[in-house]
């Protein structure tokens, strides 16, 4: 039996399939398949995105965590051995490196020009299946997500492009093929609530883990805990949330202990910030103001102290 064969004009694409499609054709080739093996023998997958001709590419750091051997495929089917160059657990972003040069790369746009209701799509390799394309909107701007080593990642984008496991570290893009953001992590109970990182975040911390393979930041010495303040004290400070963060422990050889810091004090503000939670001292102890003399004030037994504290630069 003999079947005709039509041959149908083709047809020009909407505007939605035509900008999805035009992201994907800018930046799937650029997009790769991570493999991460462990001493141990287990293994883990994910994604990354190609930033560099060089071979440099951006993923995130729990993809790569313990991984004593990695490797990375293209689209094309070629593939190479990956080297850590650096990693930063607390943006859970990491830089690696491939060996060849030549190669697809993406360009970065800017997080902080994105609008709400604005397409965004999705690339990466969701269980084990290479170069697949999901589409959504931003569905939110400015949120803080935890990361794995418990600091907060600010100005992270909420989108509903479907992740699964295997997009980590793949490419956030805008409707005109730059990336915005690296896909880091979805709600398992829920339906649309998918999250990426910045790509102005993921800019800053690239430059800093390829000069020095490592994000560095201030510290303290001092562990700390949020706590509830009295109401009516709250309210005599003036202060707008009912909590502050309370020493647990100041060792003697920290940077606080030694400009007077004691367990049990409970710190109002510092650097010339209010403090109410953990995270908030940890978002102003940056490198910048390591060795730097900074007001640091606490209650302590019932009195208001302003002490003078240098924080140390991490190790």
Not at 29 to 42: F, T
Not at 142 to 166: F, H, K, M, Y
Request: glycine share 12%.
């Amino acid at each position: 039996m003999a079947y005709d064969v039509v041959e149908w004009p083709e047809e020009p694409l909407d505007p939605y399939s035509a900008r999805v499609a035009q992201a994907f054709e800018t930046v799937g080739p650029a997009v790769v398949h991570i493999s991460a093996m462990q001493a141990n023998g287990r293994g883990g997958t994910g994604s990354g995105v190609i930033f560099a001709p060089d071979g440099y590419l951006i993923t995130n750091s729990h993809v790569v965590a313990k991984a004593t051997k990695l490797s990375a495929s293209l689209t094309d089917g070629r593939q190479f051995e990956a080297r850590l160059i650096g990693d930063d657990p607390a943006t859970d972003l990491a830089v690696l490196r491939l060996e060849a040069t030549g190669l697809p790369h993406a360009q970065f746009g800017r997080s902080s020009r994105l609008r709400v209701g604005q397409l965004v799509v999705a690339i990466g390799n969701p269980l084990g299946f290479q170069a697949t394309v999901t589409a959504g909107i931003v569905s939110a701007l400015g949120r803080t997500l935890r990361s794995p080593s418990g600091r907060l990642i600010e100005s992270v984008i909420q989108t509903d492009a479907p992740l699964n496991p295997g997009n980590s570290g793949g490419a956030l893009v805008d409707g005109q093929g730059r990336v915005i953001g690296i896909n880091t992590a979805m709600i398992g109970q829920a339906q649309g609530l998918c999250f990426a990182i910045g790509v102005d975040t993921v800019v800053d911390v690239t430059a800093r883990l390829m000069r020095d393979g490592r994000v560095r930041r201030a510290r303290l010495g001092i562990a700390g805990q949020t706590t509830m303040l009295d109401a009516r004290l709250a309210r005599r400070l003036h202060r707008d949330g009912g909590t502050a963060v309370m020493v647990s422990e100041a060792p003697t050889d920290g940077p606080a202990a030694r400009a007077g810091v004691e367990k049990g004090d409970v710190i109002l503000e510092f650097a010339g910030a209010k403090v109410f939670t953990v995270d908030d001292l940890h978002r102003l102890l940056t490198a910048e103001i390591a060795g730097s003399e900074l007001e640091m004030t606490v209650i302590r037994r019932a009195r208001i102290e302003t002490l003078k504290v240098s924080p140390d630069l991490d190790d």
